[in-house]
Nanobody, 121 residues
Framework: QVQLVESGGGLVQAGGSLRLSCAAS????????MGWYRQAPGRQRESVAL???????NYAESVKGRFTISRDGAKNTVYLQMNSLKPEDTAVYYC???????????????WGQGTQVTVSS
């Protein structure tokens, strides 16, 4: 099983920056992709940014140009640098990891516990 632990959330004023981190640990053969999702009160969870094991990234339109996802494969850690934050970025941010138990196992999903990001206007 893979455990994901997020850190770096908090309260920031509009226009400010935060950096989220998510460290993966446990027993696995590989982590194929990692990403960040968020869920605001009364809304569905949505994808924010994804990065695969070759470094390819994908961003939600609402964060393009402001957020940057990166990954340290040696540390099994993914980061989300969030700049020019807006009040509408306020949400609980969840880390996701897609991993294999063995080379021939199906891809499984693990989620972190979430970290609150609050952007004040």
């Amino acid at each position: 099983q893979v455990q994901l632990v997020e850190s770096g959330g908090g309260l920031v004023q509009a226009g400010g920056s935060l950096r989220l981190s998510c460290a993966a640990s446990g027993s696995f053969f590989s982590i194929n992709a990692m990403g960040w999702y968020r869920q605001a009160p009364g809304r569905q969870r949505e994808s924010v940014a994804l990065i695969n094991d070759s470094g390819s990234t994908n961003y939600a339109e609402s964060v393009k140009g402001r957020f940057t996802i990166s990954r340290d494969g040696a540390k099994n850690t993914v980061y989300l640098q969030m700049n020019s934050l807006k009040p509408e970025d306020t949400a609980v941010y969840y880390c996701n990891g897609r991993w294999r138990r063995t080379n021939w196992s199906p891809i499984l999903d693990s989620w972190g516990q979430g970290t609150q990001v609050t952007v004040s206007s």
